[in-house]
């Protein structure tokens, strides 16, 4: 483990009008903090105020866990009266997917049979965070039960067009921090749920290498692909959280401890940098500034090398995903409770969970060895270049390194005629998010697209 090196911001100041700080990144509001120009309980208050006067607008919150953010913000404040500072997220407010368990409040996972839930314990992730000082606001929106952005509330919507839904399943971590009303939040993803509300919203979403951060206390969707992450603002931000979150705990047996290794200032002429070309050739929504993107790494030094996906049946690997699926949420099945889940249309979880009992055991088991054998070949492939280029959503990119358990980047790179964001995707080597990360504030360091802020959160 080499020291964790993150940029200074010591030019950070206290602006006239508070409102001004809603956009500003972890490591700015860290500073303000450890130099008192700023307490955490002011912060705490501006940030729980944004979120409920545009909540309603939204529809990012489930649960508001104020009584706990503002003893936790008092916390903090007399540890730096003190002398005490914990770290970069000393006094940060945060928000989390609600499917994570947290003590003396409701863990919804978004649905109707569960919107009562008490879980009398916090998910291991939770409590990383606020052991580094960070304050936890709000339990925020998921598509019910990590499906989509539809919940037993309504649709989350997205801040850059509120007519639209967020995308999800992550969709209230990425709304919220779109539109300003969250420093960060945590996501989760088992099949794009954070590479898919960070496009739509604009955000910086980390996916993590699967075993990297403990899901102890997290709802179990797919027990094989499940990963938490991190939705922030910008790269660095992505590194200061996760270099918490990170490691094992003793409990969740898929952990590995490896070391994280960031440090900024990535040379990108020393990087052997692939993309997929047969899939930016092709025509598709982000042809546009993905090639733009392209041609920017190029200017800052990168040797972009062509590279192929390995060829096997992805798509049919998703019967891993509904047959995990279906077991985890088995006696909602059998008990018939499905049928109170808000969405009932034909590819929704209901019909999901109900056809996984005809997936044979065989079948399963094929998939699993196929998918080994795509991991082997992952690993050939990755031995050869440190990252890759993909667009967001054009191939086989996301399901196949969701099954991997490679780690991935989605970060913004321009808009689209209607004035939404697009993105970009980096994949790196497992257990690689350092480097990742450095190479995607590369990237950002030479852009102002994370920069950008939906014109109506202003």
Same mark, same amino acid.
């Given at each position: 483990?080499?020291?964790?090196?993150?940029?200074?911001?010591?030019?950070?100041?206290?602006?006239?009008?508070?409102?001004?700080?809603?956009?500003?990144?972890?490591?700015?509001?860290?500073?303000?903090?450890?130099?008192?120009?700023?307490?955490?309980?002011?912060?705490?208050?501006?940030?729980?105020?944004?979120?409920?006067?545009?909540?309603?607008?939204?529809?990012?919150?489930?649960?508001?866990? +104020?009584?706990? =953010?503002?003893?936790? !913000? /008092? #916390? &903090?404040?007399? %540890?730096?009266?003190? @002398?005490?500072?914990?770290?970069?997220?000393?006094?940060?407010?945060?928000?989390?997917?609600?499917?994570?368990?947290?003590?003396?409040?409701?863990?919804?996972?978004?649905?109707?049979?569960?919107?009562?839930?008490?879980?009398?314990?916090?998910?291991?992730?939770?409590?990383?965070?606020? +052991?580094?000082? =960070?304050?936890?606001? !709000? /339990? #925020? &929106?998921?598509? %019910?039960?990590?499906? @989509?952005?539809?919940?037993?509330?309504?649709?989350?919507?997205?801040?850059?067009?509120?007519?639209?839904?967020?995308?999800?399943?992550?969709?209230?971590?990425?709304?919220?921090?779109?539109?300003?009303?969250?420093?960060?939040?945590?996501?989760?993803?088992?099949?794009?749920?954070?590479?898919?509300?960070?496009?739509?919203?604009?955000?910086?979403?980390?996916?993590?290498?699967?075993?990297?951060?403990?899901?102890?206390?997290?709802?179990?969707?797919?027990?094989?692909?499940?990963?938490?992450?991190?939705?922030?603002?910008?790269?660095?931000?992505?590194?200061?959280?996760?270099?918490?979150?990170?490691?094992?705990?003793?409990?969740?047996?898929?952990?590995?401890?490896?070391?994280?290794?960031?440090?900024?200032?990535?040379?990108?002429?020393?990087?052997?940098?692939?993309?997929?070309?047969?899939?930016?050739?092709?025509?598709?929504?982000?042809?546009?500034?993905?090639?733009?993107?392209?041609?920017?790494?190029?200017?800052?030094?990168?040797?972009?090398?062509?590279?192929?996906?390995?060829?096997?049946?992805?798509?049919?690997?998703?019967?891993?995903?509904?047959?995990?699926?279906?077991?985890?949420?088995?006696?909602?099945?059998?008990?018939?409770?499905?049928?109170?889940?808000?969405?009932?249309?034909?590819?929704?979880?209901?019909?999901?969970?109900?056809?996984?009992?005809?997936?044979?055991?065989?079948?399963?088991?094929?998939?699993?060895?196929?998918?080994?054998?795509?991991?082997?070949?992952?690993?050939?492939?990755?031995?050869?270049?440190?990252?890759?280029?993909?667009?967001?959503?054009?191939?086989?990119?996301?399901?196949?390194?969701?099954?991997?358990?490679?780690?991935?980047?989605?970060?913004?790179?321009?808009?689209?005629?209607?004035?939404?964001?697009?993105?970009?995707?980096?994949?790196?080597?497992?257990?690689?998010?350092?480097?990742?990360?450095?190479?995607?504030?590369?990237?950002?360091?030479?852009?102002?697209?994370?920069?950008?802020?939906?014109?109506?959160?202003?």
């Amino acid at each position: 483990q080499k020291p964790v090196i993150f940029s200074e911001y010591s030019y950070a100041k206290l602006p006239e009008d508070i409102n001004d700080l809603a956009f500003s990144s972890i490591g700015e509001l860290a500073e303000l903090i450890k130099t008192k120009q700023i307490t955490s309980t002011e912060l705490t208050k501006f940030f729980l105020e944004r979120l409920r006067k545009h909540n309603p607008t939204l529809h990012c919150v489930i649960t508001f866990t +104020e009584e706990r =953010a503002m003893k936790q !913000a /008092k #916390l &903090t404040d007399e %540890e730096i009266e003190r @002398g005490k500072c914990r770290g970069m997220l000393h006094g940060i407010p945060f928000g989390v997917k609600d499917l994570l368990a947290t003590k003396d409040y409701k863990t919804t996972w978004g649905s109707v049979p569960f919107k009562d839930q008490m879980i009398e314990e916090d998910a291991i992730i939770i409590r990383k965070l606020e +052991e580094a000082g =960070a304050v936890l606001c !709000a /339990k #925020l &929106t998921l598509g %019910e039960l990590a499906w @989509g952005d539809v919940w037993f509330g309504g649709m989350t919507r997205n801040p850059w067009d509120t007519t639209s839904g967020s995308s999800g399943s992550s969709a209230g971590s990425a709304s919220s921090v779109s539109a300003g009303l969250l420093p960060f939040a945590i996501g989760t993803e088992t099949w794009g749920s954070i590479v898919s509300p960070s496009t739509v919203c604009g955000t910086t979403g980390l996916r993590p290498t699967y075993g990297r951060v403990s899901r102890t206390g997290a709802m179990a969707l797919s027990w094989s692909m499940d990963k938490i992450g991190t939705i922030c603002r910008s790269a660095e931000d992505l590194a200061i959280v996760f270099n918490i979150i990170k490691g094992q705990d003793g409990l969740d047996q898929t952990l590995f401890d490896v070391p994280f290794n960031y440090q900024p200032g990535i040379d990108f002429t020393k990087l052997k940098i692939g993309y997929l070309k047969g899939d930016f050739d092709k025509q598709y929504d982000f042809h546009t500034q993905d090639s733009v993107t392209l041609a920017k790494l190029k200017v800052l030094g990168a040797e972009l090398i062509p590279i192929e996906l390995p060829e096997l049946p992805t798509n049919d690997l998703s019967i891993i995903l509904s047959a995990e699926a279906g077991a985890a949420f088995d006696e909602l099945t059998r008990s018939n409770t499905d049928n109170f889940l808000v969405r009932q249309i034909k590819d929704a979880w209901p019909n999901v969970f109900r056809s996984s009992r005809f997936i044979p055991a065989v079948e399963y088991i094929n998939a699993n060895r196929i998918r080994f054998i795509l991991i082997q070949q992952m690993e050939k492939l990755m031995n050869e270049i440190d990252f890759y280029i993909a667009p967001s959503w054009e191939g086989d990119n996301l399901l196949l390194t969701n099954l991997t358990g490679h780690p991935c980047i989605v970060l913004p790179n321009g808009f689209s005629a209607d004035g939404t964001p697009t993105s970009i995707t980096f994949i790196g080597r497992l257990f690689d998010e350092g480097r990742l990360i450095a190479f995607a504030k590369k990237y950002q360091d030479a852009t102002d697209f994370h920069k950008k802020h939906p014109p109506i959160f202003e």
